[in-house]
């Protein structure tokens, strides 16, 4: 799917226009928030490579999607987390055992989009029919609207806040983008703006108070060092 070129790590300054549970959080003892938000998207795929929408379809990994779920393993090795969560789609599960998290908790929250009748189509082809159509606009036909997927989010984000520590979830591209746009209290359409790619490591944080996006999209490296 074509996307706005991801920007610099946004913040916000106004809290006003998220639930209560998901705005501005402090753990006990301290003035300031503390616990990360670890995002892994999947493994590639047959329909990710071939950049078909993939939603509740369960596509299992390709070989080279697997291999990028173990290179994770090893970028995340060593790090402790509170919780460790994942989708219920095999995708995405496949992709935490393969990291060396057998034991992640399914979240039905995490799940992808509902694409609808969009489902296993691509953007160009899509376009070929309705050339103004945006998934981040409009949604898909049969499927979920993005104030749906919007609320999904903002349901993890405040089961994430609520975890005591960092949180590693395993998940897919569009529900991660919108949790990260729902994190720092930015419209879910800000989603938009914030690619991602498979079998990436992205991180989101705190700059004292106030939720950031500390880092991106990411695959060389260790991306919480």
């Given amino acids: 799917m074509t996307s706005p070129d991801a920007q610099a790590p946004m913040t916000f300054d106004d809290a006003s226009d998220m639930p209560d549970d998901v705005s501005r959080r402090s753990v006990a ?15 590639a795929t047959a329909w990710s490579m071939a950049l078909r929408h993939t939603g509740r379809s369960d596509i299992p990994l390709e070989p080279e999607g697997r291999e990028q779920a173990r290179e994770v393993g090893r970028r995340l090795a060593g790090h402790e987390f509170a919780r460790v969560l994942t989708s219920p789609l095999v995708r995405a599960r496949e992709t935490g055992v393969l990291a060396g998290f057998p034991d992640a908790e399914i979240c039905d929250d995490l799940r992808e989009w509902d694409y609808g009748d969009y489902e296993g189509r691509t953007t160009t082809d899509i376009r070929s029919e309705d050339p103004e159509w945006s998934l981040w606009r409009d949604g898909a036909p049969g499927g979920e609207l993005l104030e749906e997927v919007s609320r999904r989010a903002d349901r993890v984000v405040a089961l994430v806040r609520k975890a005591g520590g ?21 419209p879910a359409s800000d989603g938009a703006r914030l690619v991602l790619n498979p079998a990436t490591i992205s991180v989101l ?5 106030t939720p950031v996006v500390e880092r991106w999209n990411v695959t060389p490296g260790d991306p919480l060092a």
């Fill in 29 to 43: 003892g301290s003035d300031e928030p503390s616990g990360r938000l670890v995002a892994v998207r999947h493994g």
């Fill in 166 to 186: 960092d949180v590693l979830v395993f998940a897919h591209a569009h529900i991660l983008r919108v949790i990260a746009a729902r994190w720092i209290a930015r």
């Fill in 205 to 209: 944080g705190w700059e004292r108070e």
